[in-house]
Each structure stands twice: as C-alpha cells, then as structure tokens.
C-alpha cells in the first residue's frame, strides 16, 4: 500500500485517467473530488461490500420457489375473491 500526504487543494494522479483531489478537510473527514472516465465505477467501500454481499445473497434464492410463492398467492386471492361473490348473493 502506497500512503501519500496531501493537503487541501492538491491532488494524486492514478494512471492517466484518474485524479484524486483533495477538496476540503474538517477534523477527522476528507472531502475528496475524483475526476475518472464515466464508465469506472466508483463507490465507497462500505457499499461496495454491501453491494457484493447483497449480489451473493440474491444468487442464493431460488426462483422456482419465488414463482411458487407467488402462483400461490394469486391463486389464494382468486379464491378469496369468488368467496367474496358467492357470500353476497
């Protein structure tokens, strides 16, 4: 790991495509501005380890059951709703 000591208004080059500027500075928070090509992703870590666990969690449903699921219940409404016709009449 490269560690780089920077001040309000400076900047770090990574590559020729990324700049990393150092946009303002309170206490203990770094404000930083990032000027990539539009089609790098960028995000913070923390959502990118909620994204990722969040991707491994949806790959682990399983969408024959999802389906059943929701065949039954449409059906279980079906049924409510004819027993709702035959009740009033």
């Known amino acids: 790991m490269l ?6 208004g400076e900047s770090i080059r990574i590559g020729e495509d990324i ?18 090509p539009e089609n790098m992703k960028i995000s913070r870590a923390e959502l ?9 969690a949806s790959d682990k449903v399983d969408l ?3 389906f059943q699921l929701s065949r039954n219940l449409h059906q279980a409404d079906q049924e409510h709703k004819q027993e709702g016709r035959h009740g009033n009449g």
């Open 48 to 56: 990118y380890l909620t994204m990722e666990n969040n991707r491994e």
């Open 64 to 66: 024959l059951k999802v």
């Open 19 to 36: 700049e990393i500027f150092v946009t303002e500075v309170k206490g203990d928070k770094v404000r930083l501005g990032i000027s990539a």
């Open 3 to 8: 560690i780089l000591s920077r001040k309000k």
